[in-house]
């Protein structure tokens, strides 16, 4: 069982903190839920304690842990092929999986696929919920900023879509041609 002030994640939802353990009736049940403060957003999700482990809830990864999956996300490799069903269907299944590696998987995949085509509906949500997953655990673990947290994920991720970026502006600046 999970303390309060533990650092905790929900596969579905991203990292927080435990904040209360609170009795819920539900019903006509009673038990014990955690009242988890999720590091992203301002919402407390309650998750029943007795089902916490079958619903993939874990502590968050160690300070070292997350520093190794940093160095390992610009080598990262995905697959731009697969049709919208298919891809769709499999990036869930990472990010149900809970595996930090999956979600950058399905956070890169998806920040290119936008880069070059753009997303579905269905897709920008499954991007900005993965991107939360994410960000959420590692800030929390190498206790950072999230919003610096984010901007560094998606520059180990995807770093020639944001100097492209960049180059398109400055190619599109006025030049100067009084030499």
């Known amino acids: 069982m999970y303390q309060v002030g533990e650092k905790i994640v929900h ?12 009795e819920r009736t539900i019903d006509g049940q009673t038990e014990p839920y955690y009242a988890l403060r999720l590091a992203l957003e301002r919402i407390l999700l309650y998750i ?6 079958s619903l993939g809830v874990r502590p968050v990864c160690s300070a070292e842990a997350a520093g190794e999956l940093l160095h390992k996300l610009s080598e990262l490799e995905v697959d731009p092929t697969l049709n919208w069903n298919r891809r769709y269907r499999e990036n869930m299944d990472r990010l149900r999986s809970g595996d ?10 998806l920040t290119l696929r936008d880069r070059r085509r753009g997303l579905s509906t269905g897709e920008k949500r499954m991007l900005s919920l993965s991107k939360q ?16 947290m984010t901007r560094e994920v998606i520059d180990l991720l995807c770093p020639r879509g944001r100097r492209a970026k960049k180059e398109v502006k400055a190619e599109a600046a006025p030049q100067n041609d009084s030499e």
């Open 48 to 53: 029943p304690v007795r089902t916490s482990d």
């Open 100 to 109: 930090l590696l999956e979600v950058a998987g399905v956070v890169k995949a």
């Open 11 to 22: 596969p579905m939802h991203g990292a927080g903190v435990v904040d209360e353990i609170v």
């Open 133 to 148: 997953i994410l960000t959420s655990e590692l800030a929390l673990a190498l206790d950072r900023e999230p919003a610096e």
